[in-house]
């Protein structure tokens, strides 16, 4: 059951309804049925490993605090809480992948190696329900969460509906909400509808329409040339950032209307001046896992300096490698490492040549710079992290840079030809995955979208929208509710393209 799809909308209404009308003290069951419910529309023996995994959580937080803090056996049951979701991973994640590595290094050293396994189907969520259930029994361990004794509200905590697919990797303080008594409040319920609207439109009539284009040139990478590339690989910029920013909204609009908050996911991040900046604006629930659960472990920079950069790089391979099995992911994680480490390499170098260059007297000029320097930065990146191959991605990250001459030949071409053809390409009769009729049309919704977006997203950055739009009057708020409602109908492609981050 997907969010962007009739029959969710129908679940939500009967959940939300029900959910105010029952005694509070089985709101707790309703939710847990519902999100059971929810998970098992996917497949329902995806239901089996998520529920191994709540009981073995809750055992070993439950057997941990009983245990003298930091004995040797309170460490055991920890390592048991980390190891079994880390095992399901690599059963159904990463298996088939690092079986294909050793046959891979096997044929280059002219060994032997004919053993074949089965791909298994990769159960929705399981990446982040893993992370979430770790973070769980690691703060039982470390004293600053206690076990949860009621196996219901725990097993809620991990399977609730609005975020167990594609997140946000929620902490252990989403207990505390459930535990809370709160009754139905006007503006939790208008504010979660309207960031639940807010979020279809990203998707729906951003993320979908740009995806058709992404898609044409991805998935036939060698049919266009490289300014092609570019035009794909800044929309895919744009689709990933709305497809999965516009779940996390539904995500959390869905979770505030039953009077629950989960955490923020992005904070505008095309905004950041530098990679690092980046990083602490996207995916911040899993960017945030990963800091306090693998890069302090490591040392985090409380180490001496090589360390540190290891620390670093280590920490980006292994965001390459939770988003997914493949090399392209891998090359995508390694390519953020270097990205950062090269920031560090190079800081005293840039910082004098900003004096010399007087341009610090002019900050609006380089905030821009560097906003537009980050830009160019994840978006070559983006090419790993959408491409179906590493060869498609070297291929196609090589064409980017023969795209911008392509472009400028065309540009400046003695007669209009040219820039028509850059604008005309057709393949099999379509124009970037669009007919020839409704390319046009469709190209200027998705424009007049993104720089609609851009604008909201500036206005956010410097005042709270919601607020602000709660001082205005009635009349001013309705409308522009009916807007993005009428927006949403009128252009979404409601053709139930699933979100990109259910992959991982």
């Known amino acids: 059951m997907l969010f962007n799809s009739i029959e969710f909308i129908i679940f939500f209404s009967i959940v939300a309804v029900i959910y105010y009308r029952i005694p509070y003290k089985w709101r707790w069951a309703w939710l847990l049925a519902c999100g059971f419910w929810f998970y098992m529309s996917f497949a329902p023996w995806f239901i089996l490993p998520l529920l191994s995994v709540i009981l073995i959580e809750y055992l070993a937080a439950r057997l941990i605090e009983q ?8 460490r055991i049951f920890l390592a048991v809480g980390i190891t079994y979701p880390l095992i399901l991973l690599i059963i159904f994640k990463y298996l088939p992948f690092f079986n294909d590595a050793v046959a891979q290094t096997a ?18 969520g399981i990446s982040y329900y893993a992370l979430q259930s770790i973070s769980y029994v690691i703060e039982v361990y470390r004293g600053s969460q206690k076990a949860e004794r009621h196996f219901g509200i725990y097993a809620l905590h991990i399977s609730f509906f609005p975020k167990i697919i594609a997140g946000p990797i929620e902490r252990p303080n989403l207990i505390k909400q459930f535990l809370r008594k709160r009754p139905p409040d006007y503006r939790d319920i208008t504010d979660g509808l309207r960031l639940m609207a807010f979020g279809f439109f990203k998707k729906l009539v951003i993320a979908d329409r740009i995806g058709i284009a992404v898609n044409e040139v991805y998935n036939h990478p060698y049919d266009y040339h490289g300014i ?5 690989t800044a929309f895919f910029s744009v689709q990933l950032y709305c497809d999965f920013s516009g779940y996390s909204d539904i995500a959390k609009g869905a979770a505030r209307v039953l009077g629950l908050r989960l955490m923020d996911n992005f904070k505008r991040p095309y905004g950041a001046r530098s990679i690092r900046e980046f990083w602490r604006r996207w995916h911040i629930s899993l960017t945030t896992w990963l800091r306090d659960y693998w890069y302090i472990p490591l040392g985090g920079n409380r180490v001496a300096g090589w360390r540190w950069q290891y620390n670093l790089f280590i920490t980006f391979l292994a965001s390459g490698l939770w988003h997914g099995a ?3 992911f891998v090359a995508w994680g390694v390519l953020h490492g270097l990205y950062v480490l090269a920031g560090v390499w190079s800081i005293r170098v ?4 900003v004096h010399r260059i007087g341009l610090y007297r002019l900050p609006r000029l380089y905030r821009g710079l560097q906003v537009s320097v ?3 930065l994840v978006g070559f990146a983006w090419i790993f992290f959408r491409a179906d191959t590493l060869s498609d991605a070297l291929y196609m990250a090589r064409q980017v840079f023969t795209g911008a001459g392509d472009f400028l030949s065309m540009l400046f071409a003695d007669d209009a030809a040219g820039l028509r053809a850059l604008f005309n390409i057709a393949r099999d009769n379509t124009i ?29 950055e410097r005042t709270n929208a919601g607020e602000a739009l709660l ?4 009349f001013v708020r309705w409308s522009l509710y009916y807007l993005l409602a009428s927006a949403v109908l009128f252009f979404g492609m409601f053709t139930k393209e699933q979100f990109i981050y259910f992959r991982f």
């Open 67 to 74: 245990k003298e803090n930091r004995s040797i056996s309170a």
């Open 107 to 124: 044929r280059l050293l002219h060994l032997n190696y004919p053993q074949k396994i089965v791909n298994l189907i990769i159960p929705v």
């Open 228 to 232: 092609y590339h570019i035009l794909a």
């Open 326 to 328: 493949s090399w392209t």
């Open 350 to 353: 840039r910082s004098n040549l």
């Open 374 to 376: 980050t830009c160019i």
């Open 432 to 460: 970037l995955g669009f007919s020839r009729e409704t390319y046009r049309p469709e190209m200027l919704i998705a424009l007049v979208s993104i720089i609609s977006l851009g604008i909201i997203s500036t206005v956010q």
């Open 471 to 474: 001082k205005k009057g009635a």
